[in-house]
């Protein structure tokens, strides 16, 4: 969807459309929350169900949000939103009554200010501040310089009154309004609960207000009532409009001990199951950086230091565990609620500091990875499992490290920086070059049955050893107008078996420390590790001395 600019008086406002996938008559204008970069929301997957005619408005002028309500003290943000709503409605040749207004957080207060002042049928509304003005006061500063002028002292208390007055002054109470909310959201009991009643003069006010363990921030909200909200949004491009009156949903706090410890019986003879859940891991710079959550199902984490967590890798000769970090997980709740509510929202991981685990030390060998749980005292341990296949590498001066993961589990292999010398390959350094502390070298580097049509199947190393020191550094590969290598009584393509410095700019060696070194490129290609002796290279200790010798 490409964004277009629209022009009203002083104010230029950008938005995206897009056309209804069916003979729908009917548009949705979707007002963003704060957004750190001050695009557009719900404009993604989640939208895609709801087959309308759409219109994304972005909220920025002066580089800061607005509300859609007030700059510098003046309305007239809201004259031009107003404006390209009618001017997109012209287009489609529909009224303001075939006509939804959707909103969350401050897009939600847009919605209810606009959509009243407006006299739009339809009012969709989730975690909206009503008393704008205080909110911006209080937790936004740099939005309520933007929104006021100056020397407008008046300024908090007109917004305040903003959405209460437009209800209190409209005469038009046929309007379809739909306003969700949590008691767990620390806004309600200030931006919504108060206002609550001012809405039931409207024909088909409704409300629901979310009571539940598995919703206590703000931005909870919206994601637990999704499908609700999207349900709505189905209706009334139909013409139908639900009507439900003031309702909530949720594990109710009144209900949720009794319920809670029901349950906890029932866990503590029949489920005691760990639960491990990765949603990251990676290899950089020979660090393995993993993230997830770990937990006993039935046992509450709601601090640090409740349990011990740690990763282990086992091979065949040896057992290596590292403590990981802890992390708090807004989101593990809602993704493992099952029939009872319990408390894991630190059941989050990581490594410490997010630094990453130093493998330089382990053992060269072929491990497993699993994560380890202890609680009061006993062990629980499951293999690491992720949902897709993937393969990374990265290095250490002098090991090669490749995970690889599939449905079985996790595998981390550590080799020798030094591979085997294959038997039947083609090896050449065709092109070399040394200046200031630079090197360059680029050839074809192909081994027979290691098929390479690809620059991204195989990984290609630059290896410099002295007598006391291993330095590796990372090349390119690549296929562009290169010689398609083949083999005798072979039809399989090496087109990609090239390997060059990255951008064919060279290397910079300024780092490495005065010495000779002989010089190797290894090759890497799934578990096969190749490596070839070239030359050697002479680092000089003045700055920028460097020589390459290529046998």
Known sequence: MDEKQFTYGEITLKYKTRNASKDLKHLIVMFSGIRPDKGYEFDGRASQSVESNWL????????????????????????AVLALIDNELARLNIGRNECTLVGFSKGGSAALAL????????????????AVGTYVKETRPNIMRNMFDTEDHSGVHRLDTLIPGLVESDSNTKKNIYLWSAVGDKEFAVQVEPYLNIFEKYENFNSLITDSPLVTAHNEVTKYNLSSIIAVLNLLILGITPKWGMRSNGLVHEQAE?????????????????????????????????????????????????????????????????????????????RHYDQ????????GFASKSHRGIDLAKIPDGDYKISFELEVDGQKYRNLAKVDQFSNSMSTTNDAVLILTSDLSGIRLRKRSIFGEVAEASQFKVLSSWTKDTKVHVEGPFAVQGITVKRWNQVNYLLVLKSDSLVRTFTLAASSKNRVDFRFDNSNSSYRAAYFTTPKFAGIDLESLPAGNYEAFITMVCDDFIFTARFGAIMRRSNPDGLSLSVY
């Open 56 to 79: 994304w408005i972005r909220d920025e002028v002066d580089a800061e949000h607005t509300y859609y309500l007030s700059y510098k003290s003046k309305t007239d943000i809201q004259e």
């Open 115 to 130: 959509g009243i002042r407006g006299q739009f049928s339809n009012i969709v509304a989730s975690v909206p501040q009503i």
């Open 258 to 334: 009794i319920v809670e410890n029901a349950g906890l019986q029932g866990l503590e003879s029949s489920d005691r199951s760990l639960i491990s859940e990765v949603a990251e891991l990676y290899i950089s710079d020979g660090k393995l950086f993993p993230r997830g959550v770990l937990f006993l199902k039935g046992h509450e984490i709601t601090g640090y230091n409740q349990v011990s967590k740690r990763i282990v890798l086992t091979s065949t000769n040896d057992s290596l565990s590292f403590k990981l970090g802890e992390l708090k997980d807004k989101w593990v709740n809602t």
């Open 340 to 347: 009872n509510f319990y408390d894991y929202s630190f059941a």
